[in-house]
């Protein structure tokens, strides 16, 4: 490649020169834009594409799960008829001949209405009116641990059955009326529904049937791209 030498070059060559060096970094620069936006418009396409994608499995996922526990329900009715099996149960786990195993059930959540602090405080109450000995010190650190709330600020659910026992032991009027009001505060949320699906491979191991895109793996044999990640 001949090179070019400025020097040599007349005032109407080096503005010649010029000018084909902007039209063609503007031509590149036109390339680059063209692609970018070919680039976006892809990106767009390929979301839309996928979220439809997504709720048509949104959407199957939703109906079985339906379909799952109308069925299940139908059979517990029959199981109380037949066994005398009562209510209180989150889930129940149903198995067959195969090892196969369907559980449904749901998540529950501690909650309470406003009584609650008053419950607490009748408890406080109680704690304040011990007199300050080695042997109630041990006692109000207990009871202060039962009444400990978690990090959202409820108190634990099962702590309150501690309190009760211990309201049966010290059987002090006022200790106990703030546990009751505590106890009946009480108001657990359901939080989720769940299914889990297992069977067992030919070792005897359990195996769960993944039911989330994220933990379900890519088909066997598929040529997944994953490298850009």
Not at 173 to 189: C, H, M, Q, S, W
């Amino acid at each position: 490649m001949e090179t070019i030498q400025l020097e040599k070059l007349t005032p109407e060559q080096k503005k010649q020169l010029m000018a084909d060096l902007m039209a063609e970094e503007e031509a590149k620069q036109k390339t680059i834009k063209a692609e970018r936006d070919i680039y976006k418009e892809t990106v767009g396409k390929t979301v839309a594409e996928t979220i439809k994608e997504m709720e048509i499995v949104s959407s199957l996922l939703s109906k079985a799960k339906a379909n799952v526990f109308n069925n299940f329900s139908a059979l517990l009715d029959m199981k109380k008829e037949l066994y005398g099996y009562k209510e209180g149960q989150q889930s129940h786990t149903f198995t067959n001949a195969l090892g196969q195993s369907i559980e449904v059930g749901y998540r529950q959540i501690d909650g309470w209405d406003d009584t609650v602090e008053a419950g607490i405080a009748k408890v406080n109450s109680y704690i304040d009116s011990l007199a300050t000995n080695a042997e109630t010190a041990k006692l109000v650190k207990v009871i202060q641990s039962l009444l400990k709330k978690d990090q959202k600020g409820n108190l634990k659910s099962n702590r309150v059955l501690e309190l009760q026992n211990l309201a049966d032991e010290l059987d002090s009027p006022l200790f106990t009326d703030g546990v009751n009001i505590i106890r009946e505060a009480y108001k657990p949320v359901r939080s989720a529904y769940f299914i889990e699906a297992s069977y067992k491979d030919e070792t005897g191991k359990k195996v769960t049937v993944p039911l989330s895109i994220t933990t379900v793996e890519f088909p066997e044999g598929a040529n997944v791209k994953i490298d850009a990640l």
